[in-house]
């Protein structure tokens, strides 16, 4: 299943580039497809982006790592985000960005062995009033103290087992 899975996205992908090549600026449009397709551009794929556009492998690259749009790894089902923007910051939200660490036993910027938490630092997410604040897939949880972690993280860790 795994490997007809592959063939299948890397067929996309191959279809992906085969409709830029000719486009000046082809390489954006063909990474941000990518990531769609196979959820993140790992090393592999970047090398079939550079062989089908005819640019070097590390401009892909370059552009790949430039944006925080792309990841190189795969995301977990659960992306954790907390704000360090300064209103947060100043609230105390790299204490809970600590908690989370330890909680879900991952540096930030990781993934669980299981792929279902990402953990990541980010900016202001525009809930400056609510700070600190975490997003997870989009929800947000305002006023956090490093206490509240585990109970929420619970919370999704319950949704998969049931």
């Known amino acids: 299943m795994q490997m007809e899975e592959n063939r299948e996205k ?3 992908l191959s279809q992906l580039i085969e ?4 486009q000046p600026g082809a390489l954006m449009p063909v ?3 990518a990531q769609e397709i ?3 551009v790992p090393e592999d794929v970047q090398k079939v982006i550079a062989e ?3 640019v070097t492998l ?3 690259y370059g ?3 430039f944006y925080a749009q792309f990841s190189l790894q795969p995301k977990g089902k659960y992306l954790v985000s907390v704000c360090l923007g300064t209103a947060c910051y100043v609230k105390g939200s790299q204490g809970v960005l600590d908690k989370l660490s330890e909680v879900l036993q991952i540096p930030v910027g990781g993934t669980t062995p299981d792929g279902k938490f990402t953990l990541e630092a980010t900016r202001c997410l525009g809930a400056c ?3 600190p604040v975490m997003m997870i897939n989009g929800e947000v949880y305002g006023r956090l103290t490093p206490d509240a972690v585990p109970g929420i993280i619970a919370k999704y860790q319950e949704k998969e087992e049931a």
């Open 129 to 131: 009033g609510l700070a």
């Open 58 to 60: 590390s401009e892909v």
């Open 63 to 65: 552009v790949a790592t």
């Open 31 to 33: 990474l941000q497809g």
């Open 19 to 22: 409709d830029h090549k000719d």
């Open 38 to 40: 196979f959820g993140c």
């Open 10 to 12: 890397f067929a996309a």
């Open 52 to 54: 089908g556009l005819g």
